[in-house]
């Protein structure tokens, strides 16, 4: 067998040579093509493995005009929801040979734009990304790129191709209108500045929505941090609620995190929840089901955005499915879990 160094890999003409027989047949064994025996396929499959030999994926792209992976981009990496998402997405995309490229866009649009640009030119067999807003350029790069594009965790109102997600407008406003029900009026609505290309800008106004649409007011509006608003966040306002506004009777978050730091403080400070102030948050994390008391939260299933997402892109590059029968929009189910951080004002 061929002796080589490590500056000179092993090549699928190496085994070819070694099993004595043709390149063809080597590519063909390594697919499992039906054309190979299996008694043939054994035997050059122990010679590629005695060999060390990986094939040189870069070649075969070339050759089938097909890179062999999936772009997804997140905006944070310490976010369990978008682990849960990119790992549900990655095991069920690998069933198929294919693989995962990851970016992070740390909630940026001009980073999103950025690594949109420099992932088309790797010829991703489709991109998978959050929709939070995008730059027009960004826009107009997924629908110049020819590849399947599918925004994930919202419903926007003009999707650039498919969409997996649910409407954060709706759901806050459902989440509101149950706080309404339970018997709160003065609603604070807790988020970030500068969020306006961001689904908590939706969440932001499914709540308004609901407080008006009950004959309430939302001027209670308290806005600190930036995206992604934080634990650290949460807790400076609910060390500081009776700053913002003193009649506050609930406090509904954009998301879990900032509603677990309210709750902190506020039991710091001797407030009692939900006796005194009712707290509510968004998107049912870890620490919402644990915290004391349980935070009344809008539950999403991130790992269903993954695997609704990951079974779309592998029908839309399955060459015998019609595309044009592919409906372009999945909604995730979504639904609110009513816990002990709120209660029944009487």
């Avoid at 009649?247 to 005194?276: H, M, Q, R, W, Y």
């Amino acid at each position: 067998m061929s002796q080589r160094g490590k500056s000179n890999p092993v090549t699928m003409e190496d085994v070819a040579r070694a099993a004595g027989v043709s390149r063809m047949t080597v590519s063909r064994a390594m697919r499992a093509d039906g054309s190979v025996s299996q008694n043939t396929r054994d035997r050059i499959l122990k010679i590629v493995s005695k060999m060390n030999y990986v094939p040189d994926q870069m070649a075969g792209s070339l050759s089938t005009k097909r890179s062999g992976f999936v772009a997804t981009l997140v905006p944070s990496l310490n976010n369990v929801h978008y682990a849960k998402m990119v790992q549900a997405l990655t095991e069920t995309i690998e069933t198929t040979g294919l693989q995962i490229l990851l970016g992070h866009t740390d909630y940026s649009m001009a980073r999103e734009e950025q690594l949109v640009e420099s992932t088309l030119k790797r010829r991703p067999e489709a991109i998978a990304l959050p929709f939070d807003g995008h730059t027009d350029r960004t826009i107009n790069l997924l629908k110049q790129a020819q590849i399947p594009v599918i925004e994930l965790w919202d419903t926007p109102a003009k999707p650039i191709g498919y969409t997996v997600g649910f409407s954060n407008e709706h759901a806050s406003f459902l989440m509101t209108e149950k706080l309404i029900e339970l018997g709160y009026k003065n609603i604070a609505f807790v988020c970030e500045t500068n969020d306006e290309w961001t689904r908590g800008a939706a969440r932001r106004t499914g709540f308004k929505n609901a407080m008006e649409a009950a004959g309430l007011s939302a001027h209670r509006m308290i806005r600190f941090g930036t995206p992604p608003m934080s634990i650290k966040d949460g807790h400076h306002i609910g060390q500081n609620l009776d700053q913002y506004y003193d009649d506050i009777d609930c406090v509904f978050c954009v998301s879990d995190s900032p509603a677990f730091g309210v709750l902190t403080a506020l039991n710091e400070k001797g407030v009692k929840v939900p006796s005194d102030v009712g707290v509510a948050g968004f998107g049912n994390f870890e620490v919402s089901r644990y915290a004391m008391p349980s935070i009344t939260t809008v539950k999403v299933d991130p790992a269903e955005v993954g695997r609704v997402a990951a079974e779309l892109v592998i029908r839309l590059l399955d060459d015998k499915q019609d595309q044009s029968k592919e409906p372009k929009k999945y909604q995730i189910d979504i639904s609110l879990s009513i816990r002990d951080s709120t209660r029944l004002v009487k």
